[in-house]
């Protein structure tokens, strides 16, 4: 009976798990069949969309197994849905802009039952581009996403989702990685619009000042330059020229902005409790 106890389990450390990707996204047409090819090798693909106008409904139904239709429920709500909706426990959390690598995708693969038994979550590294070019000082940018659904924790985030693992010893890291708007048609205004940094960073900041978080004077002046030599300098930027110069730009400018908007926000929450002290 030992004997076959364990030629079982040496069955189990060999077997291969099945896994799931989805997409969630909107509005992706230049970018997503490139997504869905790059996940070919998943045991199912599901795409969830949250209400596009223009072809991502037919690229998604020629490659996707399942293609599904839901308002949007916030970053985490959307990929949680999304999760929820896959047949294995096992799913790769893929965005409609990305690319899984060959070496990912061989390393995925070749993950047993009996390695995957102790891990809740999988970073990943991701490889950003703006404009078509990669960025130098965004990376290695761990991402966690690949995951148990069923053992994984989804903390809510204001604007980027994260998972993670039950304990921290259950969280594992691979050698592959993503390829983020490697395709995208992007131009200048979706990454360096003023407007638009605004509006993402307002919501991070709302969120900041519910977990406790304030704005002092010093985070007004020092942050921006810290954000601006992490990137030129430290994460080695200058070495992309007037490119790398232009990211850490960004960098300090987003950091900047933060901060502003979290100023903002607990001011107007200080004018509220001024306002509502009753007369003396």
């Known amino acids: 009976m030992s004997d076959w106890l364990r030629g079982l389990a ?10 799931s990707v989805v997409i969630c996204c909107a509005n992706v047409a230049d970018t997503l069949a490139q997504a ?10 599901v795409v969830v969309d949250s209400g596009s106008t223009d072809e991502t409904a037919a690229i998604a139904k020629e490659h996707a197994d399942r293609y599904l239709v839901e308002p949007w429920r916030g970053y985490t709500g959307q990929k949680r849905f999304g999760a929820q909706q896959c047949r294995h426990d096992w799913v ?9 690598s060959p070496r990912l995708a061989e390393q995925i693969q070749g993950l047993s039952e009996g390695r995957l038994d102790d891990y809740d979550v999988f970073m990943v590294r991701r490889r950003n581009y703006v404009m078509g070019r990669p960025v130098r000082a965004w990376w290695p940018d761990w991402q966690s996403r690949l995951i148990h ?65 304030r704005c002092r004077w010093w985070d007004l002046l020092i942050r921006p330059w810290v954000a601006f030599w ?9 070495l992309d020229g007037s490119f790398g110069l232009l990211i850490a730009q960004k960098a300090a400018v ?21 306002e509502s002290r009753p007369e003396a």
């Open 254 to 274: 987003s950091a900047q902005l933060k901060y502003a908007a979290l100023w903002a926000e607990q001011s107007r929450g200080a004018q509220g409790q001024d």
């Open 10 to 19: 040496r069955l189990k450390l060999m077997r291969m798990v099945k896994v």
């Open 36 to 45: 869905c090819i790059s996940a070919r090798w998943a045991d199912e693909l």
């Open 149 to 213: 659904r069923g053992r994984c924790v989804w903390p809510e985030e204001a604007l980027h989702e994260a998972r993670l693992p039950s304990e921290p010893g259950r969280l594992g890291r691979l050698d592959g990685w993503i390829e983020h708007k490697r395709h995208s048609e992007a131009g200048f205004e979706d990454y360096f619009s003023g407007s638009r940094l605004d509006r993402r960073l307002v919501m991070v900041a709302k969120q900041m000042h519910a977990k406790g978080k």
């Open 92 to 100: 790769f959390v893929l965005d409609g802009d990305e690319e899984v």
């Open 230 to 238: 992490k990137f030129y300098l430290f994460k080695r930027g200058f």
